[in-house]
């Protein structure tokens, strides 16, 4: 009986070990013509807190260690010349438990090979499915990384939308086709801004449970949840904050009296300021009607610069409040923020609100066309 146990012990503790062995990974690399004896591998730990490790080059060869729940996405980099994610000794793969193996060379980090990585052998193979239309969109890349004027730059941005387009039928296709990939749900993320409510639940009610749970799936739950909480049929979130006279403005100040709309803008943001004329005309057609405008802008930062684009573009006819993010030791502060509470990720993007604090309307990211805007207060008004 006592052996018997004893081999049991030895199972268990066996199979203990084997667990943690496969949440280990290790990532064993070489490095071409090094220029730095250190390499630095930033990532989300298996606690969920931000890892910054480093590797000595010892050899052209260096090794990383560390745990991982699941498949996450790592920046990896050497010795940084700037500090843009296009800086030639900066590149980002998907570390994954087990053991993997990586070959760069030193400024020229994006054309690293990684093996052990089945999520990265994804994102490789998405990745050449759109290197066709990378290629067509490059010379509007080159000109927008060297015009320095804001202006021209964002009309020069403007032109990438054609090619984004056509990418994100690439990526949308794989969502469908891959509802068990740690990439689908990374990728969400960055698609957020472009879809409303309905769509972003479609793609996250076919995921597996397993991509549901991991720490992307969870993120993007929590992002349709503030998507929905900022669209059209939700009670609009109450909200207080001092305006740009110091003084104190709550939403519920409206209601039972005025249609509200919400404009999340920024005086950095230049399609916002080129809104700004269609936003005067409307206000003076229907203010009078029952109709109030509170802008909040994304310029916590900038109060000044905020200030003076009210007063340049002739906008202090209506309400102004910042958003309310905070700036900390570690990061920002969103326990404040009104963009996060009603879901915004680009600018501009407007919501109505009508007299019983109801959002009837959604119009920008995740949301309809501001011809939309103008037929809904067309009806409401008129």
Request: aromatic share 10%.
């Amino acid at each position: 009986m006592m052996k018997n146990l004893f081999i049991y012990v030895l199972l268990l503790c066996g199979l203990a070990g084997h667990a943690q062995q496969k949440d280990n990974f290790k990532l064993s690399g070489q490095l071409k013509n090094p220029d730095a004896d250190f390499i630095y591998l930033s990532y989300q730990g298996e606690s969920g807190a931000r890892v910054l490790d480093s590797a000595r080059i010892t050899n052209d060869s260096f090794l990383f260690k560390g745990r991982l729940k699941e498949p996450t996405m790592a920046y990896l980099y050497g010795k940084l010349k700037s500090k843009s994610m296009d800086d030639p000794n900066y590149t980002y793969v998907f570390l994954e438990p087990g053991s993997m193996t990586i070959n760069l060379k030193a400024g020229d980090f994006k054309n690293a090979t990684m093996k052990g990585s089945a999520t990265q052998d994804e994102q490789i193979a998405l990745d050449k499915s759109k290197e066709g239309i990378r290629k067509e969109q490059q010379p509007f890349l080159d000109a927008y990384r060297k015009e320095k004027d804001h202006e021209k730059a964002a009309e020069i941005r403007e032109q990438f939308e054609p090619f984004n387009a056509r990418m994100d039928i690439i990526d949308y296709a794989y969502f469908k086709a891959h509802p068990d990939s740690y990439l689908t749900a990374y990728l969400m993320r960055f698609k957020m801004s472009k879809l409303n409510a309905v769509e972003a639940k479609q793609f996250y009610n076919s995921w597996t449970d397993r991509i549901k749970q991991s720490s992307y799936g969870k993120a993007i739950a929590e992002e349709i949840k503030k998507l929905v909480s900022g669209s059209a049929g939700s009670v609009a979130a109450p909200f207080t904050a001092k305006d740009i006279n110091g003084e104190a403005l709550s939403l519920s100040d409206f209601k039972g009296k005025k249609y509200v709309l919400l404009d999340f803008w920024a005086s950095w943001c230049v399609p916002c300021r080129k809104g700004n004329p269609h936003l005067i005309s409307a206000y003076g057609k229907y203010k009078d009607k029952g109709l109030e405008i509170i802008g909040v802008s994304d310029d916590d930062r900038a109060p000044e610069a905020w200030r003076k684009a009210v007063e340049q573009d002739k906008i202090g006819i209506w309400k102004h409040v910042l958003r309310g993010l905070k700036r900390t030791a570690t990061g920002y502060d969103t326990s404040e923020s009104i963009s996060d509470t009603y879901g915004i990720h680009t600018l501009p993007t407007k919501i109505l609100v009508d007299k019983n604090g109801v959002i009837v309307g959604r119009y920008g990211g995740g949301g309809e066309t501001d011809e939309a805007m103008d037929r809904k207060l067309a009806e409401i008004f008129n």
